[in-house]
């Protein structure tokens, strides 16, 4: 019944590929899928009768309980093998990942956006549209779980719904967990972290996109862990990160492919683009950095070996980022007037405050683990949480280049949450009135963050104090005192952190 007004669907899936892109799933496959959908069962649909639509789930059904296997071999092209599990072969894999698909445009857009209104009707309620969406795919999901259906297909919905579903949900709650503990299951029952090759079974396009996914769901795990300070669930002890090929998407779905005319020796594209099989590349090596980060944080090692580890893992990131080509480094001087586009202006920002937070985590580390071994042990860490503040606020400043991109946008700022408020606490801390003082810093942020991601004005609280707070602009105070650094360091030292922060150090 969702799927009776198709021709909106694809208008909803063209907005999402037109700035967000795939990497997973791209564009020419779920155009394949979506015309096939529409061209064979469009009188179905439209007419949206009972006798018809269970004809349908039947036909839908049955297509799904054939094994996927049997349309791969080494000479499979992409294009065969997506118009083979649409139309007539339509499976419940591909409803789900269209459907997920709608959600996660739904959830990245604001309110208003032109592809939700008309001039004849009232707008789409955005957060509905996600909702039912989301849930939709859920159902397809139970659907291929009820038949024990495990093939690339599945693992394809299950990645997209993951995406779709946890962006709906509290960062690092059971649900999201559970989650995404599921897909890494998924991903080890069909081996995908063992190596991935081209062979009689297995045409090129299908080990590229099984790199990327198994990649892409590594690094979430770890993302997860991280701010939930809970181990991951797929580590590198057990799996083998094999990096993809940075292609485009055409570069994916083409037939014969000169790979030596569209990547370098290191297997970059040759264009300078970032885009987001370049981004999953990046992740592979910075999500095995986050790994050792994690388990120096969250293991049982002696003081001397952490700062043996830390300084091993400074070192590692510190030449990851040297390394990089020079199209991948951001220019803090340069960021907002360049050519980019707000996707790559995203990735840019992302790799660098990626490469912040690995700095960031390890000082942290050694803060709460190691102690103080000098005057003021806290130095590195109120560097590197400036220059992360720095770069949050020139995203900030310039938010209307991520309007199309909600979710990441406020996933950044929340994950980064943590580092900009040390930075504040660090800058404003003092002996006689240092908790005070990060109380207000901790109040300046909120009331930032507020008025960037709030719907309107914030609604006043009925405590004096707290109306009193909103209306004095300094917040009681100025923000930067000169105090005790090391009386607050100790302090800071003493400080149990929530359960919710970057991780658990306690």
Known sequence: MLLKDMPTIQT??????????????IEPMVKIWTSGLWSTWQKTLASQRPADLRMMSEKIWENTLRPVSRLLDRNTTPREFCANVT???????????????????????????????????????????ALKMCNASEMCVGFCDDFGVLND???????????????????????????????????????????????????????????????????????LATFSGRPPKLTRHYCRLQIPLDLTDAQTMAEGLDLGNVVDEEGWNQGCIVQRCTF???????????????????????????????????SKTNKCWEELPDFLRIDMNDLWSSKRSPLELLFLA????????????????????VGSGS????????????????????????????????????SILA??????????????????????????GRKFLKKILDMILGPGPAAHSSSPASIEDINDPTLGAPLLQAGSDGDFVRWLERTDWDQDSLVNFN
């Open 280 to 314: 999953a590349r990046l992740s592979s090596t910075s999500s095995l950095i986050t790994e050792e980060i994690l388990e120096a944080s969250l293991g049982f090692l002696a003081e001397d070996e952490i700062s043996q580890r830390a300084a091993e893992i400074e």
């Open 350 to 369: 992302s790799i660098r405050l990626g490469h912040l937070d690995h700095h960031f985590l390890l000082q942290r580390t050694l803060s709460k683990k």
């Open 375 to 410: 005057a003021n042990p806290n130095v590195n860490l109120l560097s590197v949480c400036s220059e992360i503040f720095e770069l949050i606020v020139l995203m900030v400043d310039n938010k209307d280049h991520f309007r199309d991109f909600q979710v990441d946008f406020i």
């Open 153 to 223: 297909l599945y693992l394809w919905l299950l990645y997209e719904n993951s995406i779709a579903y946890c962006s709906m949900r509290a960062r690092g709650s059971y649900e999201n967990s559970r989650k995404i503990s599921s897909l890494a299951t998924a991903l080890m029952c069909c081996n995908l972290h063992q190596e991935i090759k081209v062979d009689d079974d297995t045409p090129f396009f299908i080990a590229q996109i099984r790199k990327r996914l198994f990649i892409c769901a590594y690094e979430n795990d770890k993302r």
């Open 87 to 129: 139309g007539e072969h339509l499976r419940w894999e591909v409803i789900g990942i269209v459907v997920a698909l709608v959600s996660l445009v739904a959830q990245s857009l604001k309110d208003g956006d032109p592809v939700f209104c008309s001039h004849d009707e009232a707008p789409i309620d955005r957060a509905a549209l």
């Open 12 to 25: 909803y899936i063209g907005k999402w590929f037109s700035f967000a892109g795939g990497v997973v799933v």
């Open 415 to 440: 994950s980064k949450y943590d580092a900009c408020l040390l930075r504040t606490m660090l800058l404003t801390g003092s002996e006689a009135n240092g908790f005070q003082s990060c109380d207000r």
